[in-house]
Nanobody, 122 residues
Framework: VQLQASGGGLVQAGGSLRLSCAASGSIISISSMGWYRQPPGKQRELVATISSGGSGGRINYADSVKGRFTISRDNAKNSVYLQMNSLKPEDTAVYYC??????????????WGQGTLVTVSS
């Protein structure tokens, strides 16, 4: 499974960016997709996840992004998106796309994209 993320860049505080991630390759089932980030010098942290299933899936946000970021998903395209509004300098990080699912080796695991850099200037 390969995850291709795009949409990062440099933006001023208060601005917006939209990240996109498309999954390709063979997988039996996808439990959830989402976004994590790794700020400079810090550990990777959860940003938002969205599970598979009806009614748009169950969504989980980090407290630090609630009300500013919106995650969405297109199941038909195996894609996940992150609309980021009211960006703050502390949102600066490498953002990683994540997929949690069951591969053909019958093991459930996380698959990660290559990361896309988001830089928010003050």
């Amino acid at each position: 499974v390969q995850l291709q993320a795009s949409g990062g860049g440099l933006v001023q505080a208060g601005g917006s960016l939209r990240l996109s991630c498309a999954a390709s390759g063979s997988i039996i089932s996808i439990s959830s997709m989402g976004w994590y980030r790794q700020p400079p010098g810090k550990q990777r942290e959860l940003v938002a996840t969205i599970s598979s299933g009806g009614s748009g899936g169950r969504i989980n946000y980090a407290d630090s992004v609630k009300g500013r970021f919106t995650i969405s998903r297109d199941n038909a395209k195996n894609s996940v998106y992150l609309q980021m509004n009211s960006l703050k300098p502390e949102d600066t990080a490498v953002y990683y796309c994540d997929l949690y699912g069951l591969g053909y080796d019958h093991s459930a695991r996380h698959y990660w994209g290559q990361g896309t850099l988001v830089t928010v200037s003050s």
